[in-house]
């Protein structure tokens, strides 16, 4: 009987395990986004991870759109993908308010694209990295980033925007939430982006939120330790009726 006892335990943690990396393999296979800071106004790396292909299919190519908000990004070097990327002319608020925009005016990026040099396979993954400044905001404003992933076969657009109280939609467009504007910075505006500041930063709000899986494993030891108890007590209580 302890042996059959001893089965039931150990099968029942292994469907609570299956029930929750699974759960976390779900929640991770959209195209995410963390940042090293997610301050208003603080200069960020955020990086995109592209977890999958497009059924099947492996992946060719990565456009991101750059929101309005943002002017100037630097894309970080993959060996595997060529870069290139898209501006508009731009003239800044206070360039046109001195009516100086012949001189003044510039160039925004609008989209960054990465092309595979060789097809991404459709069970692996790989990241992308934009630094950039974070615009102006109140704590909870979304930066979305749109994208769009072409394949051998068929593309996936991932541009689906998220509302507060709604379910998550089944294709969002990766996004950093904003936490409140730091209160001391340098000079050139790009605030404390050292050692210190990734340390100080929250951790980036991502489309979807890549899965908490400390959190989850705690849940999980804490089934774990359910389930042992009970075996010890039908045990113990199996034991008792016995002896009588």
Known sequence: MPKRLAV????TLGVTALI????????SAHVSAT?????????TTATFSLPHGCDGSPTTRIAFEVPESIIEV??????NWTITKTTEPYTSASAAADDESAEDAGER?????YTAKTPLPADERDTFSLSFSLPDGKAGDLV????V???????????????????EPEHPAPSITLTAAETAGDEDGHGSHGAEATEAAAPASTTPADPDLVGRFLGLGGLVLGAVALVVAVANTRRRSASK
Do not use: D, R
């Not at 039931?8 to 099968?11: L, S």
């Not at 992933?149 to 379910?167: H, L, P, R």
């Open 35 to 43: 940042a090293t800071s997610t301050a208003a106004n603080s200069y």
């Open 109 to 113: 990026v609008t989209s960054v694209v």
């Open 144 to 147: 979305e980033f749109p994208a």
């Open 149 to 167: 992933q072409t394949c051998e076969k068929g593309s996936v657009e991932w541009n689906q925007e998220q509302k507060a109280g709604e379910a």
């Open 74 to 79: 630097t894309p970080t070097v993959n060996p």
């Open 20 to 27: 929750v990396l699974g759960t976390a393999g779900v929640a």
């Open 8 to 11: 039931v335990g150990t099968a």
